[in-house]
């Protein structure tokens, strides 16, 4: 099993940019795919983006595409997400999850097994 702990997010204007980082301790990074997830203000948690166990399968939900930039070194047990020009809407609590069942069901957070705690994310406009 592994441990996940995200850093990296703060307070910022519309249009700024953060870099969070998901970093895994315990077992082998590369037998993981990773997931981002986030929860605004009394919503449900929303899919963000997902990686492959190598890194080269990547899909990110429709309103982060271009915006949004995850990468994943197995070397450092790191997943980073880069959230560039930032809106309102991203505010939210940051979470990675963790997975290792083979799926093509990677929006869903059930198929995630290690969550970390989060890291928050506010946009002010």
């Known amino acids: 099993q592994i441990q996940l702990v995200e850093s990296g997010g703060g307070l910022v204007q519309a249009g700024e940019s953060l870099r969070l980082s998901c970093q895994a301790s315990g077992d082998e990074f590369n037998n993981y795919f990773v997931g981002w997830f986030r929860r605004a203000p009394g919503a449900e948690r929303q899919f963000v983006c997902y990686?492959?166990?190598?890194?080269?399968?990547?899909v990110y939900e429709d309103s982060v595409k271009g915006r949004f930039t995850v990468s994943k070194d197995n070397g450092k047990s790191t997943v980073l997400l880069l959230v560039d020009r930032l809106k309102s809407e991203d505010t939210g609590v940051y979470y990675c999850?963790?997975?290792?069942?083979?799926?093509?069901?990677?929006?869903?957070?059930?198929?995630?097994?290690?969550w970390g705690r989060g890291t928050q994310i506010t946009v002010s406009s």
């Open positions: 999850a963790a997975g290792t069942t083979p799926t093509v069901d990677f929006e869903s957070p059930s198929v995630y097994e290690y």
């Open positions: 990686i492959s166990w190598s890194g080269g399968h990547i």
